[in-house]
């Protein structure tokens, strides 16, 4: 089973309850997750949410979209991903998703499960050893054995907030792979971290939801550029 864990917060540093925020008229984590349920790879997906009361809405709404949801740690996101799997599989593959990026693309998130798979690749990813996506269409792919590796083994506080260095950082324990774009456009934001992230977001969204729900990054990198963002 191919398992997609989506990453979500609400107490954000820079932008708290981003994942709530409206665009086109829903929680940013529906627009997200309506993207992601796209993906023809994915065998299931599920929130990975903190056990902390500030949480407690994140899952109440993610109960609304049939959203499956873990809650652990907050800063140990690791035993986070490790606890989620453990509830919600047993998994062969895991997907690691992050909730601020509603501009996910399911095409790419298929090109780097199958880029791992056919790799018979322990940990895959878009991102490095060179980033030519743009940031927002960040996948991690990894085998359940180099999770739970990671899980008993990292150390390094960074490890266990990011869930996976403990496997890049060990190249000769694990088998790396990584999927570059045709088009390499490694300077577009399509993340959320800012409000003015947000804004292009809901741009966006502004301009093409409406007439195609399913519009793609083509779609996106077509767009005229809004001098106000």
Partial sequence: MILAILQARMSSSRLPGKVMADVAGAPMIARQVERLRRARRIDRLVAATSDQSSDDPLADYCATLD??????????????????????????????????????DWAVIDQVIETHL???????????????????????VMTADALDTAGREAEDPYEREHVTP?????????????????????????????????????????????????????AIRALPRNSSL
Avoid at 78 to 100: C, H, N, S, W
Avoid at 204 to 215: M, N, Q, S, T
């Fill in 67 to 104: 959203l499956p949801v873990f809650r652990g740690s907050l800063d140990d996101v690791l035993g986070r991903f490790q606890g989620a799997a453990a509830a919600f599989g047993p998994p062969e593959t895991i997907v690691r998703l992050t909730a601020d990026c509603p501009l996910a």
């Fill in 118 to 140: 056919a790799g018979g690749f322990d940990y895959t990813n878009n991102v490095a050893p060179e980033r030519t996506f743009p940031h927002g269409l960040d996948v991690e």
């Fill in 166 to 218: 403990f496997i890049y950082r060990h190249p000769e324990r694990f088998r790396l792979g990584s999927v570059t774009s045709d088009a390499p456009a490694p300077d577009l934001r399509w993340t959320v971290d800012t409000p003015q992230d947000l804004d292009f977001v809901r741009y966006v969204y502004g301009e093409l939801y409406a007439a195609d729900p399913a519009f793609g990054s083509a």
